[in-house]
C-alpha cells in the first residue's frame, strides 16, 4: 500500500492524499509536480526511475488506510534555492 508522502521532499510543500500534483517513483519518493518536471525533468534524483503522478486514495479509504503524517524532506543540490 501506498504511504501517501504529504509533502515534496525537495520544496516541503503540501501534497494532501487528493493532489493531483503529487509525482512519485516506485519507491514512493514523492516530489510536487513543479519540482518533478522543472527541477528534475521527470526522473528520480533517488533512484533514477520515473516520475508519475501519484494516484489518489479516495476519501472513504483513508478512514481505514490515512496517508502518512511524516514529512520527509532530503538535501538535494537542486532543492537548495527552493529552500526558504
Known sequence: ???LKPNCEC???DLPP???????CSFECTFCKDCADNVFHGICPNCGGELLRRPIRPAQ???KNPASTERFVKDHPECTQLKT
Open 1 to 3: 500500500m501506498l504511504k
Open 11 to 13: 520544496c516541503d510543500v
Open 18 to 24: 487528493g493532489s493531483r500534483d503529487a509525482r512519485s
Open 61 to 63: 479509504h483513508l478512514i
